[in-house]
Nanobody
Framework: QVQLVESGGGLVQTGGSLRLSCAAS????????MGWFRQAPGKQRELVAT???????NYADSVKGRFTISKDSAKNTVYLQMNSLKPEDTAVYYC?????????WGQGTQVTVSS
C-alpha cells in the first residue's frame, strides 16, 4: 500500500503558473505509470499527463505546450509544472500511481484560475 500526498494547489490569475507535487510514501520505481488527473465540478475525472516507468510522457491535448510532468525517483515525487493557466484549468487535481495489480490515488489538491 502506498499513500500519495498532493500539494501546490491554490488560486492564481489567468496566465499564471503553479507547480504541483505528489509525494509517495514509498518507492515509485515499481509503478508502470505515474500521472495527474483532474476533475472539474459537474464533470468526469480526466487525464492531464502521465509519465511511464521508462520516462515516456503523455499529455492531454488541452494542456500540451503549457504543462510539464516530471518525476524524481530518488525523492519518490512526481511534479506537474503548469504554465499559462486558464480558467478552464480550474479543477481538483489528483495524483495516480498505477501498477499491474492496483491503482493508488491521492486526496487531491484544488487549483483555481481566476479570469
Amino acid at each position: 500500500q502506498v499513500q500519495l500526498v498532493e500539494s501546490g494547489g491554490g488560486l492564481v490569475q489567468t496566465g499564471g503558473s503553479l507547480r504541483l507535487s505528489c509525494a509517495a510514501s514509498g518507492s515509485i520505481f515499481g509503478f508502470n505509470v505515474m500521472g495527474w488527473f483532474r476533475q472539474a465540478p459537474g464533470k468526469q475525472r480526466e487525464l492531464v499527463a502521465t509519465v511511464g516507468r521508462a520516462g515516456n510522457l503523455n499529455y492531454a491535448d488541452s494542456v500540451k505546450g503549457r504543462f510539464t510532468i516530471s518525476k524524481d525517483s530518488a525523492k519518490n515525487t512526481v511534479y506537474l509544472q503548469m504554465n499559462s493557466l486558464k480558467p478552464e484549468d480550474t479543477a481538483v487535481y489528483y495524483c495516480l500511481a498505477s501498477s499491474p495489480l492496483n491503482n493508488f490515488w491521492g486526496q487531491g489538491t484544488q487549483v483555481t484560475v481566476s479570469s
